[in-house]
């Protein structure tokens, strides 16, 4: 049992370049999320997704797309990296939206946009 | 008012004192907190869950409630130096959590 998994660990883009990180969780959960943390912002959504087929946009969506693949993956795609984008990504899953939803994280992407 | 609030710290308590970690939010429909810890470099790990007035105790944690002031706290008894991390106050709102910014807390030797 993994728990959320994350590809890659690391990733260093030129400005303009694009990427896809890759989200994955074993807990058969409905609802999956990614978050951005940077220093002295705290962690801030980007997208959720509520259930399989379903994504909103959360606080920070701008720049980002996400694609919920099936139950278990929740990817985000930069198009064109921007600087501003350098930050440590965070997926996380939980049982569902509402409720109690306890979010368990992933091992998170560190970034760098040069 | 930011809806919630943490100080960020850092917070000194000598190992084996009591670490009081305290977190204020606005929303008064929150019907669910959360506590993570979050070592440098290191996800978000989930350590306490609270949903109703009160205290819950887990081991040396206990996590306390009062929903008409609008705070929850997290104490920690008997620190210890892997107690030193940064600690995340969560609740729940439409779209899933809203995170506090974190109190970095040390446990000196």
């Known amino acids: 049992n993994a728990g959320v998994t994350q590809t890659p660990k690391f990733q260093v883009l030129k400005t303009g370049q694009s990427m896809t990180l890759q989200c994955a969780q074993d807990?058969?959960?409905?609802?999956m999320y990614w978050y951005r943390q940077d220093p002295g912002m705290g962690l801030r959504l980007i997208y959720y997704?509520?259930?399989?087929?379903?994504?909103d946009k959360g606080e920070v969506p701008n720049g980002y797309n996400v694609s919920r693949l099936n139950k278990r993956e929740f990817s985000l795609r930069l198009e064109s990296a921007a600087p501003s984008q350098t930050s440590v990504y965070f997926c996380?899953?939980?049982?569902?939206?509402?409720?109690?939803?306890?979010?368990?994280f992933g091992p998170g992407t560190r970034l760098t946009v040069l | 008012q930011k809806e919630v609030e943490q100080n960020s710290g850092p917070l000194s308590v000598p190992e084996g004192a009591i670490a009081s970690l305290n977190c204020t939010y606005s929303?008064?429909?929150?019907?669910?907190f959360f506590w993570y810890r979050q070592y440098s470099g290191k996800s978000p790990e989930l350590i306490m869950s609270i949903y109703s007035n009160g205290d819950k105790e887990d081991g040396r944690f206990t996590a306390q409630l009062n929903k008409a002031s609008q705070y929850v706290s997290l104490l920690i008894r008997d620190s210890q130096p892997s107690d030193s991390a940064t600690y995340l106050c969560a609740l729940t709102r439409a779209d899933g959590l809203t995170f506090g910014k974190g109190t970095h807390l040390i446990i000196q030797p």
């Open positions: 997704s509520a259930s399989e087929g379903t994504t």
């Open positions: 929303d008064r429909g929150s019907q669910s």
């Open positions: 996380a899953s939980s049982d569902s939206l509402a409720g109690y939803n306890e979010q368990f």
């Open positions: 807990m058969n959960h409905n609802s």
